[in-house]
């Protein structure tokens, strides 16, 4: 698993993250929320974010589904 983050170039506290499981014996098991779900606590309380963005491909509904359950909300699709 990788969780690649970074602060975007904004005069506010904006990041950017994506998440890979790629050993799809790990999918469907919660993992990539948990993981998540840290992550954004750790942007928030000790980084001080203030919008935390991600950019999943449309065709990939597990990925979707994961930052739902994390309370992303969709913004645009192209």
Same mark, same amino acid.
């Given at each position: 698993?990788? +969780?690649?983050?970074?602060? +975007?170039?904004?005069?506010? %506290?904006?990041? !950017?993250?994506?998440? *890979?499981?790629?050993?799809?014996?790990?999918?469907? $098991?919660?993992?990539?929320?948990?993981?998540?779900? !840290?992550? =954004?606590?750790?942007? %928030?309380?000790?980084?001080? !974010?203030? $919008? =935390?963005? =991600?950019?999943?491909?449309?065709?990939?509904?597990? !990925?979707?589904?994961?930052?739902? $359950?994390?309370? %992303?909300? $969709?913004?645009?699709? *192209?």
């Amino acid at each position: 698993m990788v +969780c690649i983050l970074r602060q +975007c170039v904004s005069p506010n %506290f904006v990041y !950017a993250i994506d998440l *890979f499981i790629g050993e799809t014996d790990y999918w469907n $098991k919660g993992i990539g929320t948990k993981m998540l779900s !840290a992550v =954004i606590n750790y942007l %928030f309380e000790q980084r001080q !974010a203030d $919008k =935390i963005v =991600i950019d999943p491909h449309v065709d990939n509904p597990l !990925a979707i589904r994961c930052y739902d $359950k994390c309370d %992303f909300v $969709k913004v645009t699709q *192209f």
